[in-house]
């Protein structure tokens, strides 16, 4: 945790009804004399506690931001969601029209509110918009070096070719999604780019700008990366093709056990 974090329970407002007790994760909570107790600080703060309250007893401190009332579930629209996965594209061609600075916000703010693994919260960003030419191109000559080795290693690479937009494609826009735990990471990248597509963007996965971020030292130099790791980019713009029909898939590999 970034900050330092403190559960109060307030002795006037807690009825002793025990939900803290049945929603922690962590058997951090016990009810004392009709009243929740916490048995040590060292905790996830995960805020399960603070969020199941009827009576709003639980609190935690050191957060910017207070928590937020919620009066009924949101529940998304299945089918319409279903829509909007099967009709999802890759994009790879762009409008030349920037990406105000209030969506960029509100597609990472999709990454942070994403729940993650011991509630680590510890994935990060880097948006590049101004010199995005600047890093491609330091991305590009280490790929031109890369390529006989892709070739070898992937023999679907033997028809690349690596130009001055082979990362970008152009777009006015990528975020930089950075953890140790790549599951954390995906998760909200995830997120981030459902939020994207509400928004109107375009999106495309640049794993191969990950890994000239990860392995070039000129690049990490760039983006002052010292320890960290880029898990996935995210490349976002306004789309400037249509796509008139879904793509096949094969059946989902299940069983049921």
Same mark, same amino acid.
Do not use: D, I, S, W
């Given at each position: 945790m970034r900050r330092e974090h403190k559960i109060n329970v307030s002795r006037k407002k807690c009825i002793g009804c025990g939900m803290c007790v049945k929603d922690c994760p962590v058997n951090n909570i016990r009810v004392k004399d009709k009243k929740a107790v916490i048995k040590t600080q060292s905790c996830l703060m995960c805020g399960h506690c603070a969020a199941v309250c009827p009576k709003a007893a639980v609190s935690i401190t050191g957060f910017s931001e207070p928590p937020v009332e919620i009066n009924g579930r949101t529940v998304l629209e299945p089918q319409r969601l279903m829509d909007a996965i099967r009709t999802r594209r890759s994009v790879r061609q762009y409008r030349q029209e920037p990406v105000d600075a209030e969506i960029i916000e509100q597609v990472i703010e999709a990454g942070r509110l994403t729940p993650s693994g011991e509630n680590a919260q510890n994935v990060s960003y880097i948006v590049l918009q101004r010199e995005m030419e600047r890093y491609e191109k330091t991305a590009v000559l280490f790929a031109k070096r890369m @390529?006989? %080795?892709?070739k070898i290693i992937k023999p679907n690479a033997r028809n690349i070719i690596i130009d001055d937009h082979f990362f970008f494609k152009e777009a006015p826009a990528a975020i930089l999604v950075l953890a140790k735990d790549k599951v954390n990471a995906s998760l909200a990248a995830s997120n981030?780019?459902?939020?994207?597509e509400a928004h109107g963007l375009g999106v495309l996965y640049s794993g191969l700008f990950a890994m000239a971020a990860n392995h070039s030292f000129a690049l990490r130099?760039? @983006?002052? %990366?010292?320890?960290?790791?880029?898990?996935?980019?995210?490349?976002?713009?306004?789309?400037?093709?249509?796509?008139?029909?879904?793509?096949?898939?094969?059946?989902a590999d299940v069983r049921y056990l």
């Open positions: @390529l006989p %080795l892709m981030m780019e459902l939020m994207a130099r760039m @983006l002052k %990366l010292r320890n960290a790791k880029v898990v996935t980019v995210l490349v976002l713009g306004y789309p400037n093709v249509p796509y008139h029909r879904t793509v096949q898939k094969e059946p």
